[in-house]
């Protein structure tokens, strides 16, 4: 079959991360999470091809309500839950201690499960504004694939936060030891 364009929705100043269609479809949600707090997630009718709406945060991530009344935004630390009728953050939820990059309502819209690169996800109870963890860092890597080789990896955020964390894989069970010097 043919594919073709319909249109293309820009004037992002950071990096479109984050797309998620209304549930019925008539609304786009995309979010980018640029520097000086310039970032935000925003409502696009599909239909007329204009913004209709913006919510002020620097996305990571989005995700809508299964009936379309909330849209969620993980961003650095943190989920908000933004009324879509009013534009007002709901709630803001924290457990995370890294990006999160992952948001999913359950159908029913009861939970919402988030990702984060700190390796834990949450459930959150909707109703309560409270989360359950379920810390994925001891499998996380072994869970895709298996380790072949011992690799340091980049340390994240970046080397001038004094809360970096500096990722390690392990080709086999074995006890490590990290020493940290000064310069």
């Given at each position: 079959?043919?594919?073709?364009?319909i249109?293309?929705?820009g004037?992002?100043v950071?990096?479109?991360?984050a797309?998620?269609?209304?549930p019925?479809?008539?609304?786009?949600a995309?979010?980018?999470?640029a520097?000086?707090?310039?970032g935000?997630?925003r409502l696009?009718?599909?239909?007329?091809?204009?913004?209709i709406?913006?919510?002020?945060?620097?996305i990571?991530s989005?995700?809508y309500?299964?009936?379309g009344?909330?849209?969620a935004?993980?961003?650095?630390?943190?989920?908000?839950i933004?009324?879509?009728?009013?534009q007002?953050?709901?709630?803001d939820l924290?457990g995370?201690?890294?990006?999160?990059?992952s948001l999913v309502f359950?159908p029913?819209g009861q939970?919402l499960?988030?990702?984060?690169?700190?390796g834990?996800?949450?459930?959150?109870?909707?109703h309560?504004?409270?989360?359950?963890?379920i810390?994925?860092?001891?499998?996380?890597?072994t869970?895709?694939?298996?380790?072949?080789?011992?690799?340091?990896?980049?340390?994240y955020?970046?080397p001038?936060?004094?809360?970096t964390?500096i990722p390690?894989?392990?080709?086999?069970d074995?006890?490590?030891?990290?020493?940290?010097?000064?310069?």
């Open positions: 079959p043919d594919q073709a364009l249109t293309t929705f004037g992002y950071g990096d479109a991360n797309v998620a269609f209304s019925d479809g008539q609304v786009l995309t979010g980018d999470a520097s000086w707090g310039l935000g997630a696009w009718s599909v239909l007329k091809q204009v913004e709406a913006r919510f002020p945060d620097d990571v989005l995700a309500s299964p009936h009344e909330f849209i935004t993980g961003s650095w630390q943190s989920i908000k933004w009324s879509i009728k009013d007002q953050t709901v709630v924290r995370h201690k890294l990006p999160v990059y359950s029913d939970k499960a988030s990702g984060s690169g700190d834990t996800m949450i459930i959150w109870d909707m309560l504004s409270r989360g359950t963890a810390d994925l860092t001891r499998n996380v890597f869970q895709w694939s298996k380790i072949k080789q011992n690799r340091l990896l980049p340390n955020p970046n001038f936060n004094p809360e964390w390690f894989e392990i080709a086999r074995t006890n490590v030891t990290i020493q940290i010097f000064s310069q």
